[in-house]
């Protein structure tokens, strides 16, 4: 398996740093699953989640991930804990550190807390009362460790961050339409872009929204950037970032790509026979608590 691995990433032009790559879960949208995969690129755990689009590994070893019109909170062995259903498509999902879960709701345009019995607790309106986001409206969205939000706002090609009580406080310009947008360490944003024009890219804005590192499609030797959806940063600042194959494009790059800050290559997964479109991923070698803002992904 290392050796299979090893040739997939010559393949598309990159060389290993390490023997192993990394052990992640991820979303696959198109083919409707959540997979646990291990560093040798085995899959060691899946579990059925139509059109799911985000996912987080939990402290107590629990899978939250998004079910396309749902939020789901799935034990290792495969025992329903939690479970929110909507009307509005849902594409982003978080586990808050008081236990309740943070839901990004698109077509509604809601900002919303879930306690674990399911109950709403907290609203936040995007949107005019009466008014239908679309399937565009948002992507990816995050609570901050402020109480606020950022939230990707594909149609309008913007990152948008609000304050607890849903205000605007700033916008980020994101051609191509954002797909994810995390919060660093270092205060900076890190943005993931589409398909559309301007976009196959992720870049890194510092708070007075200058541009201080990116890597577009055409920077990286025999590797093509699609739709760039997940995102992660690492302690060692490399990042790793999800190439998303949807639109016509299945198995033409690779799924995951780990860069240095200088935009070497590291590490690939491009396992075409398991996955066709990975969207989301979280590496589960970097030790954090996600409730608590210690992983950003």
């Keep these: 398996m290392k050796t299979n691995i090893i040739l997939i990433a010559l393949m598309f032009g990159a060389a290993f740093a390490r023997a192993e790559g990394h052990r992640f879960v991820c979303t696959d949208y198109s083919q409707g699953k959540v997979c646990i995969v291990a560093a040798d690129g085995k899959v060691e755990w899946e579990y059925p989640a139509k059109d799911s689009n985000d996912v987080w590994m939990l402290p107590n070893g629990n899978l939250l991930f998004t079910t396309g019109h749902g939020v789901k909170e799935v034990t290792p062995d495969k025992k329903v804990v939690f479970d929110y259903q909507s009307k509005s498509e849902i594409y982003a999902c978080q586990r808050l550190a008081n236990g309740n879960t943070f839901v990004g709701e698109c077509t509604a345009g809601r900002l919303l807390d879930v306690d674990p019995s399911g109950k709403i607790v907290k609203e936040i309106k995007l949107l005019p009362e009466g008014k239908d986001g679309g399937h565009l409206y948002m992507r990816n969205a995050r609570r901050l460790a402020t ?151």
């Design 147 to 297: 109480g606020g939000y950022l939230v990707t706002h594909y149609t309008d090609q913007m990152v948008r961050e609000y304050d607890a009580k849903g205000k605007v406080v700033r916008e980020i310009p994101a051609a191509g339409g954002p797909h994810s947008a995390i919060r660093l360490a270092t205060g900076n944003t890190l943005i993931a872009c589409g398909d559309g024009s301007g976009g196959h890219r992720v870049f890194e804005v510092d708070p007075a929204g200058k541009t201080v590192w990116e890597v577009k499609d055409g920077d990286l030797p025999g590797i093509q950037l699609f739709f760039m959806t997940g995102l992660q940063r690492l302690p060692n600042g490399n990042t790793v970032i999800s190439n998303w194959l949807g639109h016509g494009n299945f198995g033409k790059a690779p799924h995951l790509i780990e860069l240095t800050p200088d935009k070497k290559v590291v590490w690939t997964f491009a396992d075409h026979q398991a996955f066709k479109t990975v969207s989301s991923l979280q590496l589960l070698d970097v030790k954090g608590d996600v409730t608590k803002n210690e992983i950003a992904h």
